[in-house]
Structure formats: structure tokens, C-alpha cells
T-cell receptor, first 110, second 113 residues
Framework: EAGVAQSPRYKIIEKRQSVAFWCNPI?????LYWYQQILGQGPKLLIQ????????DSQLPKDRFSAERLKGVDSTLKIQPAKLEDSAVYLC????????FGPGTRLTVT | GQSLEQPSEVTAVEGAIVQINCTYQ??????LSWYQQHDGGAPTFLSY????GLEETGRFSSFLSRSDSYGYLLLQELQMKDSASYFC??????????????FGTGTRLTVIP
């Protein structure tokens, strides 16, 4: 079975620019998550989708972060405008028995 | 809120046994998961405990005591490839009804020859 796909793998932008990340979950997985992992820390949940609806976005900084999952499959996470502290790996996961993570997008904001 | 504590670093010798402890505080506790993450890689699922006791999967075992809010991951017959970060994560039933994972800060395991 194919795993969770994410792109791009790496992204370097300047502060105040915008950036978008894409995720394709494991086929058939209705639940999708976006996490932020800062170097040396554990993943921190940003948002959870069930099909195309948001279940939990309580930790998403909504003034600059947005996410959507329009058709209940692929999802995009956007940051606009980016800040230096947004430098992190952004992980997408989907859930079957447990959560399965994609390879992540490493974002560097300069 | 939730909080988890685990040692930041552990070093062990190849072939030995190592135990990584995790204590947690949370409401709406469902269970405790363990994930492995190699540098630059994605977290990968190792084990899940919902009930008290020991779960064994090959060289890895995980233990949970709900009354003590405590769990551990036991790695036996350590191999060099086991050098990685290990995260405990509580599965928590939030007010939103979401069943989410909340991760600790991770334990970096270094296996030496």
C-alpha cells in the first residue's frame, strides 16, 4: 500500500512570503492531520480533518495558517505571511489503525 | 491540557536492552502510542497500549500503567539501526470529540558498538 505523499520536500522562503504544502493520504483514510515539528521537539498538531470537514483546528494559528481538504482526499496547508518562527518540518498523517506519517516538508524561513 | 515527560537522551550498547520511560498528564486518556523517528525521516508507528500491561512486537515491547500515568518502551537486542528518536504520545479524547495524538519531546537513543 502506498504511503502518505507530501510535496515539496524542502522549501526556502523569505519572511512575509507565502507558501503552500500538499498532502495525499493513504487511500481510504478518512482522517487527515497536519503537524508542525520544530527541531528537537515532538510533532504538534495543527489541524485534523474527517473527510472534508475540520474536526479540530484549535491549535492552528488562524491569522496566518489555513488548510483545506476540498474533496475529502488531498489537502493543502498554507502559511501567509510566513515568520521566522515558522521554520519547521510540516508533517501530514492519515489514520487507519494508527497514524501514518508522510516524509514531511522542511520549511526554512529566512 | 496535556503534558508528557521522557528522558531527552539515552545511550546504550549494541546487543543490550534499553527502557525509555514516559509519564503523562491528560484528561480523556485513551491510550499511549510510541513512534520512532530517524533523523530526517517521518515518525513511524511502533506500538499502542490502551489497557494496562505489556504489549510485545518482536524486539520491541511497550508497557502501560493507567493508574500511575506511566508507560515505557523496551528495546531488546539493540542494533545500530535503532539509533533514532523515540516519542511517546497520548491519545486523547478532546472536547471537540477529536481523538488526537499529543507527542512528548522525544528521547534520542544512541546505540554504540
Amino acid at each position: 500500500e502506498a504511503g502518505v505523499a507530501q510535496s515539496p520536500r524542502y522549501k526556502i522562503i523569505e519572511k512575509r512570503q507565502s507558501v503552500a504544502f500538499w498532502c495525499n493520504p493513504i487511500s481510504g483514510h478518512a482522517t487527515l492531520y497536519w503537524y508542525q515539528q520544530i527541531l528537537g521537539q515532538g510533532p504538534k498538531l495543527l489541524i485534523q480533518f474527517q473527510n472534508n470537514g475540520v474536526v479540530d483546528d484549535s491549535q492552528l494559528p488562524k491569522d496566518r495558517f489555513s488548510a483545506e481538504r476540498l474533496k475529502g482526499v488531498d489537502s493543502t496547508l498554507k502559511i501567509q505571511p510566513a515568520k521566522l518562527e515558522d521554520s519547521a518540518v510540516y508533517l501530514c498523517a492519515s489514520r487507519g489503525y494508527e497514524q501514518y506519517f508522510g516524509p514531511g516538508t522542511r520549511l526554512t524561513v529566512t | 491540557g496535556q503534558s508528557l515527560e521522557q528522558p531527552s537522551e539515552v545511550t546504550a550498547v549494541e546487543g543490550a536492552i534499553v527502557q525509555i520511560n514516559c509519564t503523562y498528564q491528560t484528561s480523556g486518556f485513551y491510550g499511549l502510542s510510541w513512534y520512532q523517528q530517524h533523523d530526517g525521516g517521518a515518525p513511524t508507528f511502533l506500538s499502542y497500549n490502551a489497557l494496562d500491561g505489556l504489549e510485545e512486537t518482536g524486539r520491541f515491547s511497550s508497557f502501560l500503567s493507567r493508574s500511575d500515568s506511566y508507560g515505557y518502551l523496551l528495546l531488546q537486542e539493540l542494533q545500530m539501526k535503532d539509533s533514532a528518536s523515540y516519542f511517546c504520545a497520548v491519545r486523547d479524547q478532546r472536547e471537540t470529540g477529536a481523538n488526537n495524538l499529543f507527542f512528548g519531546t522525544g528521547t534520542r537513543l544512541t546505540v554504540i558498538p
